[in-house]
């Protein structure tokens, strides 16, 4: 800063600089310069400033402060300026205060007698009666109590008591006589009292009493009685936190330390007007337009109304509600959009796999009803070609029936009744006509389209069931079956007519393929074991086995030797097997084919209940 005001000395002194020149501007504070309102009104001057013009301002500062240096004669003070000065060239001067418009007054004209002077945070009465001078403008504090008072009787209906606070400053003691004008008016319904001068602690103490029906008023408080000097918003700060009601105020600077509400000018917008002046008194040399004095606004902090319950809806129109506490979309806006994001998408994908297993099950249920189907035109296939033995072994009992009921009709046409003879016959009769019946409901068993079963059974038990409805094909065929059903732990889980089917197949293809042979090779056996992998089904015959190139196709759909053959056969029996958790396989014995079923055992009877694999 000393080598710019050296190197400003040297240039000329005619008023007006070219926007392209570099210019000096002093600012003179007339109490603490670094109070916030004038911290904060500086910064958005000299950033205007340096927005707006195209070459640099060098900023000079000088403090007064004769609010804590009053009783010193300040001509000392101008003569250090006026040597400090000598042959600077300053383009304009800011003055910060009364004090400092009444020193430029009293020694600047005669020191810079040439260069335009702005007034800033003056008062509007003050400034009214300043000497008619060009050189001299400025921007007025207009300090709105008017406007304050109306904001804090409308956040407090009910107020019937005012408590106003203000320091013993001049300043502090204008704004008093200001605020005291604007409380006049509610003078009928409002109360006054006036703490001037005392000190933080002994207001703070004062205002922890108060009821619900005062407001505060806290004006400024630059000194107290003592000659203390305060900044005005930390005693605020200290004063709201003990306050048991809510206070008001008229600047900036208070907003944020503990003010409820007031009527604010915005000090951005004033560094903003003072720079426009500035500006003028660089660049055209003078500044002989007043300027626009700024006008309030209502400013209230969300803190505040919360803590002492007040209703923002009560502030007028348009009022500026700082610190409102972000809502927790606002605070976490990015982190809730990813949530949302994940959970619609979880969502979306939810109900896809729903609706691809709804599909699926769909698909599930009628492949498996077509299986079913494909099962039962098998076994009704099977029973096509039992047709002949069936209706042997049906006929054999009727038969009989019939001979039994001659005889018996005989023994009562020769008139000799014989009881026990009769009984004997009638006991024969009952007994053929059981057996007819037992070989129909065995068929029907079979044959009926009845719907997939699933339960424990015995396979032993199934096994027998299934050569006692191939007994009489058996005879038609010469052939025989004979069984060793060694497993002790048979009980399997699924669907017994399934299971029968596999096992009708296999010994029908053993009788196919002994066809032919000496009866004594017709034979088919089948036998029962337990392995580690549960109960197995072996089903052998002496026919000679099957052609080692035919083996590994025996398992396909229409794979057939026979010239009658559909080649399903074997296949429905692995879909059969495999869909009841076990395993077929085919292979050659000694001297005949051997197919192998195995199928797992059920559970212990407690676990019974459980599901099993789905069979078709
Ligand atoms: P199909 O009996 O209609 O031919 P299958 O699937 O039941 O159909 O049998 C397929 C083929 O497997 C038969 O054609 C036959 O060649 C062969 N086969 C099945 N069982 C035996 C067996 N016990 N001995 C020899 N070949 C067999």
């Not at 339960?455 to 009489?472: G, K, M, P, V, Y």
């Not at 026979?562 to 074997?570: E, Q």
Request: aromatic share 6%; hydrophobic share 45%; net charge negative.
């Amino acid at each position: 800063m000393l080598a710019a005001a050296t190197a400003a000395a040297s240039e000329t002194t005619t008023p007006g600089r070219k926007p392209t020149d570099s210019a000096q501007v002093l600012v003179i504070t007339g109490s603490d310069p670094y109070l916030p309102a004038f911290v904060a009104i500086d910064a958005a001057m000299r950033d205007a400033v340096a927005k707006n013009r195209q070459a640099p301002v060098n900023w000079l500062y000088e403090s007064i402060d004769t609010l804590r240096f009053s009783s010193r004669p300040d001509q000392l003070l101008a003569d250090v300026l006026a040597r400090k000065y000598e042959g600077v060239r300053i383009d304009a001067i800011v003055l910060v205060t009364e004090p400092a418009v009444e020193f430029y007054l009293r020694h600047g004209a005669q020191q810079w007698p040439d260069t335009p002077a702005i007034y800033n945070f003056v008062a509007a009465q003050y400034a009214r009666e300043l000497p008619a001078d060009a050189r001299l403008t400025g921007v007025t504090a207009e300090v709105d109590f008017e406007q304050t008072l109306r904001i804090a009787l409308s956040l407090q209906p009910g107020a019937r008591r005012a408590i106003v606070i203000a320091g013993t400053a001049p300043w502090d003691q204008t704004l008093l006589a200001s605020a005291q004008r604007a409380l006049a008016a509610h003078s009928d319904h409002i109360t006054v009292e006036i703490l001037s001068g005392q000190t933080p602690s002994a207001i703070g103490a004062h205002l922890a009493q108060q009821s619900p029906d005062t407001i505060v008023l806290f004006v400024s408080l630059l000194a107290d009685a003592s000659g203390l000097a305060y900044v005005p918003r930390d005693v605020l700060a200290r004063l709201s936190a003990e306050s048991a009601v809510p206070v008001y105020g008229t600047f900036e600077s208070y907003m944020g330390s503990g003010l409820a509400a007031g009527a604010l000018e915005s000090f951005r917008a004033r560094g903003e007007r003072i720079s426009e002046l500035v500006l003028r008194a660089i660049d055209a040399g003078a500044s002989t337009l007043p300027a626009e004095p700024l006008r309030s606004h209502c400013v209230a902090d969300a803190r505040q109304l919360a803590r002492f319950g007040l209703d923002s809806g009560r502030l007028p129109a348009g009022c500026d509600v700082r610190f409102l506490e972000p809502t927790f979309f606002q605070r976490y806006w990015w982190q809730s959009l990813l949530v949302a994001l994940a959970l619609v998408g979880q969502s979306l994908l939810i109900a896809s796999l729903l609706l691809q297993h709804r599909r699926r099950r769909a698909a599930e249920l009628s492949l498996q009803a077509q299986r079913a189907q494909l099962l039962h035109a098998s076994r009704l296939a099977v029973a096509g070609e039992l047709t002949a033995s069936i209706a042997h072994e049906i006929n054999q009992p009727l038969g009989a029936i019939l001979s039994n009921a001659d005889a018996a009709e005989m023994l009562v046409q020769s008139g000799q009744i014989q009881r026990e003879e009769l009984l004997h016959i009638l006991a024969d009769i009952r007994r053929d006509d059981l057996r007819a019946s037992e070989v129909i409901k065995r068929l029907r068993a079979l044959l009926a389209r009845h719907v997939v079963d699933r339960r424990r059974f015995s396979l032993n038990q199934a096994i027998e069931d299934t050569a006692a409805i191939l007994r009489a094909e058996a005879r038609r065929r010469v052939a025989s079956i004979e069984y060793s059903l060694d497993a002790i732990q048979a009980d399997v889980m699924g669907d017994p007519v399934q299971i029968q089917q596999v096992i009708i197949n296999l010994i029908l293809n053993a009788f196919d393929a002994s066809a032919g042979l000496a009866p004594d090779r017709r034979r088919v056996r089948i036998e029962t074991s337990d392995t580690a992998r549960g109960v197995r089904v072996t089903v052998r015959d002496y026919a000679g086995g099957i052609a080692a190139s035919d083996l590994p196709r025996l398992f396909d759909p229409f794979f057939s030797t026979k010239s009658a053959g559909m080649g399903l056969g074997l296949s429905i029996a692995r879909s059969i097997v495999e869909a009841h958790g076990g395993t077929i396989t085919a292979a050659n014995g000694d001297i005949g084919a051997e197919f192998c079923m195995t199928l797992p055992i059920a559970p212990p009877t407690e676990y019974a209940e459980q599901p099993v694999p789905a069979a078709p």
